[in-house]
């Protein structure tokens, strides 16, 4: 009897590649449970990039700054990058729970913009300075010369999570799956070569370490962004209607 009750407890995750969000109640544990192997992967692959771009590159330049300046385009393209996904990712999941425009444009623009910078910049700048390199916080959206180059990706992902919303549910649980792993990996690309380009350039030295670092600085602020910030308001708002 019991096996009966699991199975067709857990049929709807199967349907939607064994994760579907209107199964549970999308608390912080549930999801960063469920998301930690895609960051762990994630950031894998990430010290994988790094690895052949320091191989690559590392030794053809003359100067630090000049090797600084190529991390720091590096960190800001996959910082924009970031932004696609993280509002295209919290667009889908308020819109699967909730019809009201507004505030599901107001949540897909604000929540990825407070966690990437968090990811991709905040957290990552916190890890060098307690790893002993003194690095700054550097906000793009305080920068009008990188705001005018953030808000068109961001456009582009309020665009893009419209248009995925109309799928079936079966496709967006497939893409929800590969969006969550690629979300994680730009982030975990754009966290390192922020690190390294404000002078963590012994990063290889201390790669355990700097895993444990990263794995918190990306899962929890994709996760929010992705999942848990996105299904609050939705549900908040359709509870008080």
Partial sequence: ????????????????????????VGS???????????????????????????????????????????YHILFHSFHYLHLIFAVTGTSIMFFRFSKNVVMGILVSLIAPAIFCTLSDVALPALAGNLLGVAMPVHI??????????????????????WMIREHSESALGFISLA???????ISSLAALFYM????????????GILLLFLLVAVVIPCTLSDI?????????????S
């Fill in 28 to 70: 912080l544990r549930q999801e960063l449970m469920c998301h930690f192997p895609y960051a762990a992967f994630s950031l894998a692959m990430g010290f994988i990039v790094l690895s052949v771009i320091h191989l690559l590159t590392g030794t053809g330049y003359h100067s630090t700054r000049e090797l600084s300046q190529s």
């Fill in 179 to 185: 969006s969550h792993f690629i979300h994680i990996l």
């Fill in 196 to 207: 390294v380009s404000y002078g963590f350039t012994y990063w290889h030295e201390m790669m």
């Fill in 228 to 240: 848990v910030v996105p299904m609050y308001f939705a549900r908040r708002k359709a509870n008080r």
């Fill in 1 to 24: 009897m019991s096996n009966s009750h699991d199975h067709s407890k857990h049929a709807p995750d199967k349907a939607h590649g064994n994760h579907n969000h209107g199964a549970h």
């Fill in 140 to 161: 793009c959206f305080t920068n009008f010369a990188d705001l005018i180059n953030l808000l068109p990706f961001m456009f582009v992902g309020l665009l893009n999570g």
